[in-house]
C-alpha cells in the first residue's frame, strides 16, 4: 500500500490496538469464555471504544485538517491512554492522558473555529468540549453507566457538525437551525441533569436523539444523493441507516430511561454506538482514511457486505435483548465483532488498490 504520510501511521494504530482489544473484551463482557489478561479487563471495553479509538480516530483527523504539529498531541494522546489502559497502568494515569487528549482537541477546534467561524465548526468545537468534560467526570469518580452520555454526546454533536461541513448542510433555513439548536439544547440539559435525576435525564437525552435523528433525516442532502449511484449512493445509504438506529437509540432511551447495565442498557447503547456511529464511519472511511494517509481508496461494491452485516447482526442482537433472548444477544453481539473486523478488511484491502478517481473528488461527492 502506497501511504503518503508514514509518520501518522503509529496514531492510527494506537486506535486501532484500543477499537480491536476493546472488541475482544467487550465480547468477553456479552459472556463468552475469552482468555482476558487480567480479571475486571472487560470493564474497559467502554472506555477502550470511545475515549481509545473514537477519541483518538477523531482527533487525529482533526488535527490533520488543522494541519499544525502540536496537534498531534491530542490523538497521542488519548492513544497513550488506551495502551495505558490495556497494559494495566493505574487508571487515573490514562484518564488523566485521555482528559489532556481531549483538552488538546478543543484546542484544535479553538484554532479551527478561529480560521472558519461556521455554524459547523461550532457545533464540532461544542461536541469537543463535551467529551472533555466527560472525561474530567470519569477521572472524578463517576461510573461509566453515566459519563457514556457525555461521550455519546459528544459523537452525535460531532457527527452532526461533520454532516454539516461535509453534506454543506449550513444552507438549512434559519427555522432549521433554531430547531438544530433547540435540539442540542435538549440533549445538554439531559447530561446535565444526569448527576441528580438519572431517569429522567436519559429519557430527556433520548428525546434529544430522536429529535436529531429526524431532523438529519429531513434536512441531509442523503436523502437525495441515495438516488445517485455508486460511492454517492453508498455514502446516503449509510447515512440513512444510521439516522434509523439514532431514533431507536433515542426510542429506547425515552422509554426504558435510567438502566445502568443489562439487556435494555445494551439497545441504548449499541443501537447508538452501532448502529448510527459506525454507520457514519463506514460512510465517512472512504473520505477520512485517504485524507488521513495519503493513501488512495476505491470504492467497491463490496462494502456493501459490511453495512448489510451490520444491520442483520444488530437486529438479531438487540432482538435478543428485548425478547429476553440470549442465544440472540450473545450470537448477534459476536457477529457484530465479526462485521467490524470484516469492515477493517475491506477498507485495508482498497486503500492498497489503484484509484479510480482522485481522492478529493470522493470528498465532493457525500
Ligand atoms: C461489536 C461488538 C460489541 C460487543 C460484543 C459489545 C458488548 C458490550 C456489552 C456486553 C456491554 C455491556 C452491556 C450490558 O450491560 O448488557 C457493552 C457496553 C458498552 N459498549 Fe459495547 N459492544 C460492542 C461494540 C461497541 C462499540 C462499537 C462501542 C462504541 C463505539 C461500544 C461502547 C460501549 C460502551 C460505552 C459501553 C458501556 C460500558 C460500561 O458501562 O462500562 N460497544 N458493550
Given at each position: 500500500m502506497m501511504v503518503r504520510h508514514p509518520r501518522r501511521l503509529p496514531l492510527l494504530a494506537f486506535g486501532m490496538v484500543a477499537l480491536l482489544t476493546g472488541l475482544w473484551a467487550g465480547i468477553a463482557r456479552l459472556g463468552w469464555d475469552m482468555p482476558l489478561?487480567?480479571?475486571?479487563?472487560?470493564?474497559?471495553h467502554g472506555p477502550l471504544m470511545v475515549a481509545g479509538f473514537l477519541g483518538t480516530l477523531i482527533s487525529l483527523e482533526r488535527a490533520v485538517a488543522l494541519g499544525?504539529?502540536?496537534?498531534y498531541s491530542a490523538p497521542l494522546l488519548t492513544g497513550l491512554g488506551a495502551v495505558g489502559l490495556i497494559l494495566g497502568a493505574p487508571q487515573w494515569i490514562a484518564q488523566v492522558l485521555i482528559l489532556a487528549g481531549s483538552i488538546g482537541l478543543v484546542a484544535i477546534f479553538a484554532a479551527i473555529i478561529q480560521r472558519h467561524p461556521a455554524l459547523y465548526t461550532f457545533t464540532m468545537g461544542g461536541g469537543a468540549m463535551v467529551f472533555a468534560l466527560g472525561n474530567l467526570l470519569w477521572l472524578l469518580g463517576w461510573p461509566v453507566f453515566l459519563v457514556v452520555f457525555w461521550w455519546a454526546a459528544f459523537l452525535v454533536v460531532t457527527i452532526a457538525g461533520e454532516r454539516l461541513e461535509l453534506a454543506r448542510?449550513?444552507?438549512?433555513?434559519t427555522g432549521a437551525q433554531a430547531t438544530f439548536f433547540l435540539l442540542l439544547a435538549t440533549l445538554l440539559a439531559g447530561l446535565l441533569l444526569l448527576g441528580w435525576w438519572f431517569d429522567g435525564a436519559v429519557r430527556l437525552f433520548g428525546a434529544g436523539l430522536t429529535g436529531l435523528a429526524v431532523w438529519l433525516s429531513l434536512n441531509d442532502i442523503a436523502r437525495r444523493t441515495v438516488?445517485?449511484?455508486g460511492l454517492t449512493r453508498f455514502i446516503a445509504v449509510c447515512l440513512l441507516s444510521g439516522y434509523v438506529w439514532l431514533g431507536l437509540s433515542g426510542l429506547a432511551a425515552m422509554v426504558y430511561?435510567?438502566?445502568?447495565?443489562g439487556p435494555q442498557y445494551d439497545v441504548i447503547l449499541h443501537a447508538f454506538f452501532l448502529g448510527f456511529v459506525f454507520a457514519m464511519i463506514f460512510a465517512h472511511a472512504p473520505i477520512i482514511f485517504p485524507a488521513v494517509l495519503g493513501a488512495r481508496m476505491t470504492y467497491r461494491p463490496l462494502f456493501y457486505a459490511h453495512v448489510v452485516l451490520l444491520q442483520i447482526t444488530l437486529l438479531i442482537r438487540l432482538g435478543g435483548d428485548v425478547a429476553g433472548w440470549g442465544p440472540g444477544r450473545l450470537v448477534g453481539g459476536a457477529l457484530n465483532a465479526v462485521t467490524l473486523v470484516l469492515f477493517l478488511a475491506n477498507t485495508i484491502t482498497a486503500l492498497g488498490s489503484l484509484p479510480d478517481r482522485p481522492a478529493v473528488t470522493i470528498r465532493q461527492q457525500s
Open positions: 489478561p487480567r480479571p475486571g479487563f472487560s470493564s474497559l499544525r504539529l502540536w496537534a448542510l449550513q444552507q438549512v433555513t438516488r445517485h449511484t430511561g435510567g438502566v445502568p447495565v
